[in-house]
């Protein structure tokens, strides 16, 4: 990739934040087809961009936390880095056989928060409300912002890790400023954030619209099963979606568019049923509180 007179080899795990109105190649020059994910990031009136494309190798970078019970964490590009509306981009990754922690949780505020997850590479469930959907390398998931809807993902796998490109706007914030004159601004609109996938898909650039368009229909719901029939709308793949070609010979789908047990008293604990034809059945006993016997 070639922009403003920098050059950057394109390989596994590179991601590059490309400024708005800054000219750039893309050029193959392996025996393989190139594939990546593309977010496409609207900027807020105002907003300054980069002058020069950021390229990091997160081959090179720190796990930054393991938190939410199992996220393992690397972060890309954050709002200092030059994000306009988005205020992360990162990578999570689950070891086998484990579970992110649900959220929100009870009395947490996530009104304003709004994240895609797309699966990079290993199968994983999806736990959305009181559903569970496969999710599978090139799908992504809008999680429902109606700060009441629990959802994560699980690791069913007992020998492969599964990882995540994840992007996310939490809350109203303050911006970088221009420091240009209009008449540039009106050129310098937009930014794109380039992620070169982990798997060759093919020739197949993967376009994700950021933040947002579904916030305006997203889903009011009273309780989290009242979220279930509409789950599946929170979800998408590259695979459904018809290819066009831009900027010359990228051929580019859409994920997603516009449009949309220890008695602590703190650990949650639940079982899954990831059979899509078997019922699953268990004999339970318990003792809740201290009660009086028959004497």
């Known amino acids: 990739m070639t922009a403003g007179g920098q050059t950057a080899e394109l390989f596994q795990n590179i991601a590059v934040l490309m400024p708005a109105n800054l000219e750039f190649t893309l050029r193959n020059t392996g025996d393989q087809p190139l594939g990546m994910y593309v977010i496409n990031e609207p900027t807020p009136p105002g907003f300054r961009p980069n002058a020069d494309m950021l390229v990091r190798d997160e081959n090179k970078i720190p796990i930054s936390v393991i938190g939410f019970w199992a996220h393992i964490t690397k972060p890309l590009f954050v709002t200092a880095d030059g ?26 505020d996530t009104s304003d928060i709004e994240e895609v997850w797309t699966a990079l590479y290993g199968t994983s469930l999806a736990l959305v409300g009181n559903q569970l ?12 912002p109606d700060n009441l809807t629990p959802h994560t993902n699980i690791n069913p796998s007992s020998v492969d890790q599964v990882k995540f490109l994840y992007f996310a706007r939490y809350r109203p914030h303050e911006t970088r400023k221009q ?4 008449e540039e601004w009106d050129r310098c609109r937009g930014t794109t954030i380039c992620g070169v996938q982990h798997r060759a898909v093919d020739r197949r650039s993967v376009n994700l619209d950021a933040a947002g368009g579904r916030a305006e229909g997203a889903v009011r719901s009273q309780t989290a099963n009242a979220t279930a029939h509409r789950i599946d709308l929170y979800f998408g793949h590259w695979h459904d979606s018809a290819p066009r070609t831009t900027r010359g010979s990228l051929e580019e789908r859409n994920i ?4 949309d047990h220890i008695p ?13 034809d078997s019922q699953a059945k268990f004999f339970y006993f318990a003792r809740y509180h201290p009660f009086g016997t028959r004497k």
């Open 179 to 182: 420091q240009i004159g209009r």
């Open 133 to 144: 959907r496969e999710q599978t390398p090139g799908m992504a998931l809008y999680h429902p």
């Open 264 to 276: 602590d008293n703190q650990t949650p604990h639940t079982s899954l049923n990831p059979s899509q």
């Open 256 to 259: 997603l568019t516009r449009g």
């Open 83 to 108: 994000l306009g509306t988005l205020e992360s981009v990162l990578t999570v990754t689950y070891d086998p056989l484990t579970i992110g922690k649900p959220h929100p949780a009870p009395h947490e």
